[in-house]
């Protein structure tokens, strides 16, 4: 079966840096989305990697590892704001996207 | 600005008694999806329509029915809501199914059935 590992939930503080990890087992792999979610609201996107390497984008950066079946959503400077899930998703095969459960990120002064 | 909207926000229902609801798009894309998503758990694809061909996920229950009358509009139907079937659903929409076509969602529509 198809499957995405992330952890369930993780404690940081304000101003710090933290790495949310991301495993997956897929029927092939066509590119993984990293996604914010805050409590009641819908998800929105935050990075797309195809190709292994880190994507930079401001506070946030996220690492591709294909051979491994990896990536890490890393932020930056947290801000209280940065409180939410975050949801890994993976592209299969079948174009179809595998989402994780998500990880919930609690932000502390 | 362009954007996904779902209506009702908030819908409480009882047990048994039909729902619809509904999602509209002003960002022309081809591809619209309903999710269902529970608390802490990962969003579960219900259908997607690209254009108006219809792709149901095969372990979607037949209680949930969904219609798109035009590129603009698409509804989800719930013939006879369980318990089971209080969740937050999620409308979105992409220009594609392949590669980097990223999702936009809708703010969600919160189900109660009581």
């Known amino acids: 079966g198809q499957n995405i590992d992330q952890p369930t939930e993780m404690t940081a503080t304000e101003g710090a840096i933290v790495q949310i990890n991301c495993t997956y087992q897929?029927?092939?792999?066509?590119?993984l989305f990293w996604y914010q979610q805050h409590a009641g609201e819908a998800p929105t996107f935050l990075s797309y990697?195809?190709l292994d390497g880190l994507e930079e984008k401001g506070r946030f950066s996220s690492f591709l590892s294909r051979s491994k079946g990896y990536s890490y959503l890393l932020l930056k400077e947290l801000q209280m704001k940065d409180s939410a899930s975050y949801l890994c998703?993976?592209?299969?095969?079948?174009?179809?996207?595998?989402w994780g459960a998500g990880t919930k990120l609690i932000i502390k002064p | 600005d362009a954007m996904v909207i779902q209506n009702p926000r908030y819908q409480v229902t009882q047990f048994g008694k039909p729902v619809t609801l509904s999602c509209s798009q002003t960002?022309?894309?081809?591809?619209m999806y309903w999710y269902q998503q529970k608390s802490s758990q990962a969003p579960k694809l219900l259908f997607h329509?690209?254009?108006?061909?219809?792709?149901n996920e095969a372990d979607t229950p037949d209680n949930f029915q969904s219609r798109r009358p035009n590129t603009s509009f698409c509804f989800l139907d719930i013939r006879s809501p369980g318990l089971g079937d209080a969740a937050m659903y999620l409308c979105?929409?992409?220009?594609?199914?392949?590669?980097?076509?990223?999702?936009?969602f809708g703010a969600g529509s919160r189900l109660t059935v009581l």
């Open positions: 998703a993976v592209r299969d095969s079948n174009y179809q996207l595998i």
């Open positions: 979105a929409t992409s220009t594609g199914t392949t590669g980097a076509n990223v999702l936009t």
């Open positions: 329509y690209y254009d108006k061909d219809f792709n």
């Open positions: 897929t029927s092939g792999f066509n590119g």
């Open positions: 960002l022309n894309h081809n591809v």
């Open positions: 990697n195809v």
